[in-house]
């Protein structure tokens, strides 16, 4: 049930942003879900992907710096406290969430969709499993 992220080392320079997103543009890859953290020199992009192995073998072909990591996709609740639902289950187990993000493709209206990067995601998805948090799996993601 873990979904494969990909994460890029962008530097802060005009037009990489841009390179990374034509190069998967260039290979009909398309992207779920993204966000981006920078400081002053590089920014790192993840992504959630529809074809994440074929993303990263385009994307370091063009010399970028890219990992893969698994993380954790949700479907909560779009109301408030919809989310808080889920990360106080992982509060309550001791699981330390590392950084999140949101993305909207496949919502129906009533929920909203997160991806969780956790310390211990088999845990993780156990604990949402015991506690009615629905967990997406990665052919769920990819097909929608």
Known sequence: MLVKQISVFVENKFGRLSSVLKTLADHNIDIIAMC????????ILRMIVDH???AEKSLKAQGFTVKSTSVIAVAVEDSPGGL???VDVL???GIIIEY?????KGCDGNSARA??????????????????VEVLD???IYEE
């Open 100 to 104: 999140a993000y949101s993305f909207a």
């Open 115 to 132: 991806i969780l990067r956790v310390d211990k995601p088999e845990e993780a998805i156990d604990a949402f499993l015991q506690n009615d």
């Open 91 to 93: 509060k309550d187990t």
């Open 84 to 86: 808080s639902k889920a």
């Open 52 to 54: 994440p192995t074929e």
């Open 36 to 43: 981006i953290a920078d400081t002053t020199d590089f920014g």
């Open 138 to 140: 990665a052919t769920h």
